[in-house]
């Protein structure tokens, strides 16, 4: 695949079109592992995924969470987990996954028709 | 799966509006410009940070000391949130930093013009504000699931900060003549340099636009730049000032303000590293990063002896 | 003026020197997530230096029958006036520096609060009974910092024994008290040793013994960088009297 992008926008400068490529010593720091932040916006609520950030440890990374992604009261509880146990589906299993759900509507209340005059089922 | 019917599907995803999630396959291209992008605009976010830190220490009340340290701060939580989404799709914080520091990553230019007076300040949040904003609306919808949603969070958080730029303008407009000549000179240096955040214009393009195509992004540079001047040459009949343009003028049958030529010489010198501050704002970051350096290293090495530690415990 | 304007200009000097010191560090930190906390910090010191000069300023605006504002105070006395603690005037070398001062200094601070708090004048307490929240997080958030510093890496050692060399000297001021203070700080060393030595414990470092301490700076004898500080902190409102900001 041969795919030219040549326009360019606010924050989309191309590599080539910059100069001023100064030489530094790039480092080979192995920088603080990622997190995933989970928060509860309040309380009843579920934690939801808020994003992730970089921590030293998961002390850290609490308290990160709390100044990165509660500055303006979003939340009342704090759940972080290093981001590499995180387990996830692969995409490519959707179909098996996720499809053989779809045709058993009879899950569903609105499967059974009933009378106008039963009320509240 | 072939090549090609991946990309079909990708493409049909696309353009049902369906989000792509950084498990997903996407051409090795959309993933590479979606980490420049991103990470062109956590730089830009993290070295924007720099103009208006300037004046932290000098702000003219408390009120706007605290307002101004909240902004500044926030764009570092922006900067923040635009490298995660940006490692989804497997680009390392410390790389893109090394990219930014080497010179071979890019941040907006508008970002390597001075901040000469306070007035600066309230002209940097609502001009520069305002351009970013229209932008960052946009990529809201941008096709990227953890891009789009960063770029909710920062709109969400953004709609401060082009508002405390124009409300510090009005006082101004409202002050001495001192002020006011201070707020009129801040808007003409910063005018054109925002009119460029938007980037060169549609006609220098020659391809079809794979962007638009890939919804990363959704309009295009000249809709968002007449979008903007329209905004902006209402909102500044409210300070009572003007914008440094002879050829500014209301046309009746576009709909549109019709508005003069930018220097596209200065855009590209700025872009390619000749403007006022490129040096020093990439001195700044570099020295920051070196210097933070050991301090980085010291609580990952404490973090190990305290995992340690505890698991000669538990054995 | 009487003692207890003199206690409350005193503690919105305080916080408002630190605040702007440790702003300094806001686009410079060492790492995002860092610089963001710190600025946090900042930002809670700022707020607690307006509450105490916007309370100051009533009072003073009652006594003297004029209309005084919180920005007069901050941005119109001069060097002699401040009443700040010096320790917080002290330029920031690094972060090991910034860190262990925020410690000693919120350390402090809490159990000086604590004692606000109790006292009579309700203002004055309601202040406190806010502000403690913020400090106990600041000595959190500070205190691990001085223990990951502590027992890091060999440099980061080294770079916070430097630091507690330069800092160590200022920390007997908080226990000097000044003729106007409201609030005995003497009794309060006792319970401050024993904090500080407890995260010290955790972190390797000794606390010093027999250091000459500095003062003055509670009753306007400051060192050379105040002066430094608020001609740049107050620049703009000096260069055009009487503006609206």
């Known amino acids: 695949m041969n795919i030219q992008i040549r326009k360019f926008y606010y924050g989309d400068i191309p590599e080539e079109t910059g100069g001023n490529s100064t030489s530094i010593k790039t480092t080979q720091e192995s920088g603080w592992p990622l997190w995933e932040i989970f928060i509860r916006s309040k309380q009843g609520l579920d934690h939801k995924h808020a994003g992730s950030l970089h921590a030293a440890d998961a002390q850290m990374a609490i308290e990160n969470a709390r100044d990165v992604y509660t500055r303006r009261q979003e939340g009342v509880s704090i759940w972080v987990v290093e981001s590499k146990y995180i387990h996830a589906t692969n995409p490519d299993d959707a179909e098996m996954f996720y499809e053989p759900a779809a045709d058993k509507v009879y899950r569903h209340p609105t499967f059974y028709d009933l009378p106008d005059e039963v009320k509240h089922m | 799966m072939s090549i090609h019917e991946l990309e079909k599907i990708f493409q049909d995803k696309i353009d049902k509006e369906i989000k792509i999630e950084p498990k997903d396959w996407m051409p090795e291209a959309y993933r590479k410009t979606n980490i420049r992008q991103i990470s062109q605009h956590a730089h830009s976010e993290i070295v924007g940070m720099l103009?208006?830190?300037?004046?932290?220490?000098?702000?003219?009340?408390?009120?706007?000391?605290?307002?101004?340290?909240?902004?500044?701060?926030?764009?570092?939580?922006?900067?923040?949130?635009?490298?995660?989404?940006?490692?989804?799709?497997?680009?390392?914080?410390?790389?893109?930093?090394?990219?930014?520091?080497?010179?071979?990553?890019?941040?907006?230019?508008?970002?390597?013009?001075?901040?000469?007076?306070?007035?600066?300040?309230?002209?940097?949040?609502?001009?520069?504000?305002?351009?970013?904003?229209?932008?960052?609306?946009?990529?809201?919808?941008?096709?990227?699931?953890?891009?789009?949603?960063?770029?909710?969070?920062?709109?969400?958080?953004?709609?401060?900060?082009?508002?405390?730029?124009?409300?510090?303008?009005?006082?101004?407009?409202?002050?001495?003549?001192?002020?006011?000549?201070?707020?009129?000179?801040?808007?003409?240096?910063?005018?054109?340099?925002?009119?460029?955040?938007?980037?060169?214009?549609?006609?220098?393009?020659?391809?079809?636009?794979?962007?638009?195509?890939?919804?990363?992004?959704?309009?295009?540079?000249?809709?968002?730049?007449?979008?903007?001047?329209?905004?902006?040459?209402?909102?500044?009949?409210?300070?009572?000032?003007?914008?440094?343009?002879?050829?500014?003028?209301?046309?009746?049958?576009?709909?549109?303000?019709?508005?003069?030529?930018?220097?596209?010489?200065?855009?590209?010198?700025?872009?390619?590293?000749?403007?006022?501050?490129?040096?020093?704002?990439?001195?700044?970051?570099?020295?920051?990063?070196?210097?933070?350096?050991?301090?980085?290293?010291?609580?990952?090495?404490?973090?190990?002896?305290?995992?340690?530690?505890?698991?000669?415990?538990?054995? | 003026m009487s003692p207890i304007i003199n206690q409350t200009l005193q503690l919105a000097d305080t916080c408002l020197i630190l605040g702007q010191r440790n702003s300094e560090w806001c686009a410079h930190g060492p790492i995002l997530e860092q610089d963001i906390a710190i600025t946090n910090i900042t930002l809670d010191l700022i707020g607690q230096a307006r509450h105490f000069y916007q309370y100051a300023a009533e009072l003073i605006s009652k006594s003297e029958n004029k209309t005084i504002t919180e920005d007069a105070l901050a941005y119109l006395r001069t060097e002699r006036a401040f009443k700040n603690w010096l320790i917080c005037e002290l330029p920031n070398e690094d972060w090991a520096h910034t860190v262990l001062r925020q410690f000693f200094f919120s350390s402090f601070q809490l159990l000086l609060f604590e004692e606000l708090e109790k006292n009579s004048d309700s203002q004055l307490s309601a202040i406190a009974t806010k502000s403690i929240k913020e400090i106990k997080y600041h000595i959190k958030w500070s205190s691990e910092w001085v223990i990951r510093l502590g027992d890091g890496t060999e440099e980061s050692n080294n770079r916070i024994n430097k630091a507690l060399q330069i800092l160590w000297p200022y920390t007997g001021e908080f226990f000097m008290p000044a003729d106007y203070e409201i609030i005995s700080v003497g009794p309060l060393q006792e319970k401050w040793l024993l904090s500080i030595k407890e995260i010290f414990d955790e972190a390797g470092l000794t606390m010093p013994e027999n250091i000459f301490m500095q003062s003055g700076g509670k009753s306007g004898i400051h060192t050379e960088h105040l002066g430094f500080i608020l001609s740049e902190l107050q620049y703009l409102q000096r260069a055009y009297p009487g503006a609206e900001w």
């Open chain 2, 51 to 315: 103009p208006e830190g300037n004046w932290i220490s000098r702000a003219p009340s408390l009120k706007r000391k605290a307002i101004l340290i909240a902004k500044v701060q926030d764009e570092a939580g922006h900067g923040l949130y635009l490298y995660s989404a940006a490692e989804t799709l497997g680009s390392s914080r410390e790389q893109m930093i090394d990219d930014l520091h080497s010179g071979k990553a890019k941040y907006s230019s508008i970002f390597n013009y001075p901040t000469l007076t306070w007035a600066d300040m309230g002209a940097v949040g609502w001009l520069v504000d305002g351009a970013a904003i229209l932008n960052q609306v946009m990529l809201c919808r941008t096709s990227y699931g953890p891009y789009a949603r960063a770029m909710v969070r920062i709109c969400k958080e953004e709609s401060f900060h082009q508002r405390q730029g124009f409300e510090s303008l009005l006082v101004l407009s409202k002050g001495t003549k001192e002020q006011r000549d201070m707020c009129q000179d801040a808007i003409n240096r910063w005018w054109w340099p925002s009119l460029m955040m938007f980037g060169p214009k549609d006609s220098e393009s020659t391809n079809s636009d794979q962007s638009i195509k890939w919804k990363i992004k959704r309009k295009t540079n000249d809709e968002l730049r007449q979008q903007f001047v329209d905004m902006i040459a209402e909102q500044v009949k409210l300070l009572g000032m003007t914008l440094p343009d002879p050829h500014l003028k209301w046309n009746e049958s576009r709909k549109h303000y019709d508005f003069g030529e930018i220097n596209w010489e200065e855009f590209w010198n700025v872009v390619k590293g000749n403007g006022p501050c490129n040096k020093q704002r990439l001195e700044a970051r570099i020295k920051a990063h070196e210097e933070g350096a050991w301090v980085r290293e010291a609580a990952l090495a404490y973090s190990s002896k305290k995992q340690s530690r505890s698991n000669a415990k538990v054995a």
